[in-house]
């Protein structure tokens, strides 16, 4: 597969005595925008896919100047072949799913059509809602026929403007799994506007730090999660680990569940899914404990090994990732931080009960 288009942009946009002034690269993969409501997240997804009209800068995708003030450039939001999927899906409600990514099928040209309308309702695991229409689907099911009808257009950027906005957990983390399918198999990059930082840490490959107009941090989503998670904070928001896994056991008759993720096993309680089945696992941070030593005679049924990959404080709470054969984050005290002597490359156990753990099935 040839190298996915790299998205550059340098732009200012004045506005409602608000000021735009971003410049940002963005690579193959998902690159999640976040920051607090009014930072400028959604103007800036508006202008790379020609909604909104910069005042002066440039916006190239791929090395094709979608607009250019010095140059006089500005495509017609048509001609710059991205996909967006809005916040609230934004489908023709009179039409149904199927007849709504049809739509976006139809109004490409056939020489620059690269995915099946079927193929795609596979993908997303829609095909048993497209044929019913949009007042009828749950907040979830809009979401992936709008990714749905996006993606029938072969765009070279997908745009997703806050995908997970009032979606319950269950759905929340189908539509996360299905993002990360769609990363997976077609290659294309996104733009992930999110003020969520779980979302942020679960699904993005680079993320960019947005506040009051302007870029405050870029990289890894785990590096720049300091600024994100102090705005979480102060919103009373929590922390919560999104993993994919496989039932490995659906437990019952007083026998816990297991399900495999990445080479780690949880132990949770009985499962409803069938084992094999494709799930997403939950555990928030703050319900994770970190020991030095094997804790013994402990209720807690889940004690895994791992190494601590990185250690970082925010507001008197400290976050500590640890790889136990797949990435995990815990909440604990900057007290704890130093009493343990926790720091990169320091062998740890994580401890969590089975009952702190969601999983839903993908």
């Given at each position: 597969m040839s190298a996915a288009p790299a998205l550059e942009l340098a732009l200012q946009r004045a506005y409602s005595g608000f000021t735009l002034d971003v410049s940002i690269k963005c690579g193959p993969g998902i690159t999640a925008i976040f920051g607090p409501s009014g930072s400028g997240k959604t103007t800036t997804l508006n202008c790379v896919a020609g909604l909104?009209?910069?005042?002066?800068?440039?916006?190239?995708?791929?090395?094709?100047?979608?607009?250019?003030?010095?140059?006089?450039?500005?495509?017609?939001?048509?001609?710059?072949?991205?996909?967006?999927?809005?916040?609230?899906?934004?489908?023709?409600?009179?039409l149904t799913g199927r007849e709504n990514i049809l739509y976006g099928y139809r109004i490409t040209p056939p020489s620059e059509r690269r995915f099946d309308p079927g193929d795609l309702i596979q993908l997303l695991g829609i095909g048993h809602v497209v044929d019913r229409r949009p007042g009828s689907l749950s907040g979830g099911e809009q979401r992936r026929v709008g990714i749905a009808r996006a993606l029938a257009t072969s765009p070279n950027l997908l745009l997703l403007d806050e995908p997970l906005a009032g979606l319950d957990l269950r759905m929340g983390g189908v539509v996360m799994s299905h993002l990360r399918r769609v990363r997976a198999e077609l290659g294309i990059p996104m733009l992930y506007v999110s003020h969520d930082v779980t979302s942020v840490l679960a699904l993005a490959d680079?993320?960019?730090?947005?506040?009051?107009?302007?870029?405050?941090?870029?990289?890894?989503?785990?590096?720049?999660?300091?600024?994100?998670?102090?705005?979480?904070?102060?919103?009373?928001?929590?922390?919560?680990?999104?993993?994919?896994?496989?039932?490995?056991?659906?437990?019952?008759?007083?026998?816990?569940g297991r399900v495999t993720v990445g080479n780690a096993e949880f132990v949770t309680a009985p499962l409803d899914a069938t084992p094999g089945s494709a799930v997403s696992v939950y555990v928030g941070a703050a319900e994770i404990i970190l020991a030095r030593e094997r804790p013994v005679r402990m209720s807690a049924r889940n004690i895994l090994p791992g190494r601590i990959l990185e250690v970082w404080s925010v507001d008197g709470s400290a976050y500590v990732t640890v790889d136990i054969g797949?990435?995990?984050?815990?909440?604990?005290?900057?007290?704890?931080?130093?009493?343990?002597?926790?720091?990169?490359?320091?062998?740890?156990?994580?401890?969590?009960?089975?009952?702190?753990?969601?999983?839903?099935?993908?």
């Open positions: 909104a009209r910069p005042t002066r800068g440039r916006i190239a995708l791929g090395g094709r100047v979608l607009f250019s003030s010095e140059e006089g450039i500005n495509l017609s939001p048509e001609r710059r072949r991205i996909g967006y999927v809005f916040q609230d899906g934004a489908l023709f409600p009179h680079d993320a960019i730090v947005l506040a009051g107009g302007r870029v405050t941090a870029q990289g890894k989503p785990s590096k720049v999660a300091l600024e994100a998670v102090a705005g979480m904070r102060s919103e009373g928001g929590v922390l919560e680990n999104v993993l994919e896994g496989t039932v490995a056991d659906s437990g019952g008759d007083n026998r816990p797949t990435h995990v984050i815990s909440e604990v005290t900057a007290a704890a931080v130093g009493e343990l002597g926790l720091a990169a490359g320091v062998d740890v156990f994580m401890v969590f009960k089975s009952t702190s753990i969601g999983v839903v099935e993908s």
